[in-house]
């Protein structure tokens, strides 16, 4: 439950409650206990004076109590009322600032049970990035698979040290169905990209950081990966590829981090060069590709 020492330290709760409505709302929030205080304090009221929007100020109030620790991951906030009179806003501003909360997941609102502050995990509140991905033109697709490659070739580092045995079985089974797709002719694109995306987020698990494998999914968006497989089609190196997974599979059985770093490096380049190179030219996800309908 929320912590009321950030409210008004020196009154206990039936005191706080009795003296809500004769104190301003400021001296309620912003009574100084600690030098944290002190600072949100001072921002808030820099804030205030310079005309920003009451539901801006009520994100930061939520943003500190966060950060600081006083509100934590599954608190529930108090009533919308309480809240509105303590932090000196309206409720209709209290709302757009909850709704917008909201939609960044940090806070989530049960129907009935009031608003909570979520697990805040990494995958849910770096959500935004994969929107602002996908709305990416073609002609940028070599500048975020630079920064995938930046980033994945530090998870496959990473991951060549922690993957546990049951993991490395996973990763050769997604190979072994490329492989059978392979085999019979009916690698599909729409199979091709899952299975990829696949191998390449179980290696960004593995890796035991949470926000590099957030970020790392959040630009792993169908968009993009159908922009790979256009990529690979052209030219005519699905064989290529897969034959590079199955090396940065190799190198992550050693257990050499510098290793598998250099194969991640070498697989995710070839693309990236190829994209750079063909900006507007075959990377259209909704232009047919080889073997589609």
């Given at each position: 439950?929320?912590?009321?020492?950030?409210?008004?330290?020196?009154?206990?709760?039936?005191?706080?409650?009795?003296?809500?409505?004769?104190?301003?709302?400021?001296?309620?929030?912003?009574?100084?206990?600690?030098?944290?205080?002190?600072?949100?304090?001072?921002?808030?009221?820099?804030?205030?004076?310079?005309?920003?929007?009451?539901?801006?100020?009520?994100?930061?109030?939520?943003?500190?109590?966060?950060?600081?620790?006083?509100?934590?991951?599954?608190?529930?906030?108090?009533?919308?009322?309480?809240?509105?009179?303590?932090?000196?806003?309206?409720?209709?501003?209290?709302?757009?600032?909850?709704?917008?909360?909201?939609?960044?997941?940090?806070?989530?609102?049960?129907?009935?049970?009031?608003?909570?502050?979520?697990?805040?995990?990494?995958?849910?509140?770096?959500?935004?990035?994969?929107?602002?991905?996908?709305?990416?033109?073609?002609?940028?697709?070599?500048?975020?698979?630079?920064?995938?490659?930046?980033?994945?070739?530090?998870?496959?580092?990473?991951?060549?040290?922690?993957?546990?045995?049951?993991?490395?079985?996973?990763?050769?089974?997604?190979?072994?169905?490329?492989?059978?797709?392979?085999?019979?002719?009916?690698?599909?694109?729409?199979?091709?990209?899952?299975?990829?995306?696949?191998?390449?987020?179980?290696?960004?698990?593995?890796?035991?950081?949470?926000?590099?494998?957030?970020?790392?999914?959040?630009?792993?968006?169908?968009?993009?990966?159908?922009?790979?497989?256009?990529?690979?089609?052209?030219?005519?190196?699905?064989?290529?590829?897969?034959?590079?997974?199955?090396?940065?599979?190799?190198?992550?059985?050693?257990?050499?981090?510098?290793?598998?770093?250099?194969?991640?490096?070498?697989h995710l380049l070839g693309v990236e060069v190829f994209a750079a190179a063909h900006p507007t030219d075959g990377l259209d996800?909704?232009?047919?590709g080889p073997g589609s309908t």
């Amino acid at each position: 439950m929320l912590n009321v020492a950030w409210i008004a330290p020196e009154l206990n709760r039936s005191d706080l409650l009795s003296a809500e409505t004769a104190l301003p709302p400021n001296d309620l929030i912003y009574r100084p206990h600690c030098p944290y205080t002190d600072r949100v304090s001072s921002r808030t009221e820099n804030r205030s004076s310079a005309g920003s929007s009451r539901s801006d100020h009520v994100i930061d109030i939520v943003k500190n109590l966060i950060a600081s620790g006083e509100l934590r991951a599954g608190d529930r906030l108090p009533v919308e009322k309480e809240l509105a009179a303590r932090w000196g806003v309206s409720r209709g501003s209290l709302r757009e600032a909850v709704r917008s909360l909201a939609a960044l997941g940090v806070l989530e609102t049960r129907q009935g049970d009031g608003t909570y502050v979520t697990q805040l995990d990494p995958g849910s509140l770096l959500r935004p990035l994969e929107f602002w991905a996908d709305l990416q033109q073609v002609s940028q697709s070599a500048e975020l698979l630079a920064v995938r490659r930046v980033l994945e070739t530090e998870s496959a580092g990473l991951a060549a040290v922690r993957l546990t045995e049951e993991e490395l079985a996973r990763l050769d089974d997604v190979l072994t169905g490329i492989e059978e797709g392979m085999a019979t002719g009916r690698l599909d694109p729409e199979t091709f990209i899952d299975t990829d995306a696949e191998f390449h987020r179980t290696i960004a698990a593995a890796s035991g950081n949470g926000a590099l494998a957030a970020l790392i999914d959040s630009l792993m968006t169908r968009t993009l990966r159908g922009r790979l497989w256009r990529a690979i089609t052209e030219r005519a190196s699905v064989d290529e590829a897969h034959a590079e997974h199955r090396a940065i599979l190799a190198a992550l059985r050693t257990r050499d981090a510098e290793h598998a770093r250099v194969r991640m490096a070498a697989h995710l380049l070839g693309v990236e060069v190829f994209a750079a190179a063909h900006p507007t030219d075959g990377l259209d996800p909704a232009r047919p590709g080889p073997g589609s309908t």
